[in-house]
């Protein structure tokens, strides 16, 4: 399995939901496949919602840009339809990408990022575009926008994975877009693929854990935590994950032995103080 940023997994942002309930920070917006696992498990069923229009959101973003970056963006357009050759056309695409991604405007960066993906055919830049869509579900409430995100990862992830079959990374990418457009059954068959086939897989087992404790499968979701920290044994996220599902179960002894290991783990003292205040509250 190649290495993957769990936290980056759109439905990993449930674990920083769990570091900010104990620190005294904002909480993080919920990608689209957190919100769905938040309200429990979706129906079987694809959402039927109808995505944004790439054309809306790229007229959007264009009216938000300064004058010259307009300007700038107009040269390498009327470039453009002199270039012939797919290299060519993907250096433009990324140009045009990199003035949006300045500019904060990231629905618009990524969809350049993706043209110049499809364009290379390269497994790795799909696999990157997939997740930053992936990863800006969590940064608009617009639920239209939010539906295009998903079906432009799950087009870059679906690419990648002809690509590269055997890459868990795309898999487990597609699997939570999946997840998160109502398919839930199915994204969990996905994981559990991979879970099947290597049974100590991180990302997979994190993923399938948090999705049993929504189910209310408590002891799947502990044997998940479990099988991570066995491997990772440094995993706070984990660690805190077991905590709860334990504290869910009312063993409120092992929640408190699963936080006073958390505690070991991490270095940040307000969480530190905070775990130490919740397990002053479980005796």
Request: charged residues 25%.
């Amino acid at each position: 399995m190649r290495s993957i940023h769990y936290i980056s997994i759109a439905v990993a942002i449930l674990l920083i939901a769990i570091i900010y309930r104990w620190g005294n920070t904002t909480p993080p917006r919920k990608t689209q496949a957190a919100a769905n696992m938040a309200n429990g498990m979706p129906s079987s069923g694809s959402i039927t919602m109808k995505p944004a229009s790439v054309d809306s959101i790229l007229a959007a973003s264009r009216m938000q840009l300064h004058a010259k970056d307009v300007a700038s963006i107009t040269t390498i357009e009327n470039k453009l339809k002199a270039v012939r050759d797919s290299s060519g056309m993907a250096s433009s695409f990324l140009g045009i990408a990199k003035i949006y991604e300045q500019n904060k405007l990231l629905p618009a960066a990524g969809y350049y990022s993706a043209l110049a993906a499809k364009l290379d055919n390269s497994e790795k830049m799909l696999t990157f575009a997939g997740q930053f869509f992936l990863d800006r579900t969590g940064e608009t409430d617009v639920a239209s926008v939010q539906q295009w995100e998903l079906t432009e990862a799950e087009d870059c992830f679906q690419r990648a994975l002809a690509l590269a079959p055997d890459n868990d990374t795309p898999k487990i990418g597609l699997a939570t877009c999946t997840i998160a457009m109502g398919e839930t059954m199915k994204g969990v068959g996905m994981l559990r693929e991979i879970t099947q086939k290597e049974p100590n897989n991180i990302p997979a087992n994190m993923l399938l854990g948090q999705l049993s404790i929504q189910s209310g499968q408590l002891d799947k979701a502990i044997g998940r935590f479990e099988t991570i920290v066995q491997n990772d044994p440094k995993n706070a996220d984990a660690m805190l994950y077991l905590a709860e599902t334990y504290e869910k179960k009312g063993d409120k002894a092992k929640a408190a032995e699963w936080y006073e290991k958390t505690k070991q783990v991490v270095d940040n003292e307000a969480l530190k103080a905070n775990i130490d205040k919740h397990i002053n509250e479980l005796k």
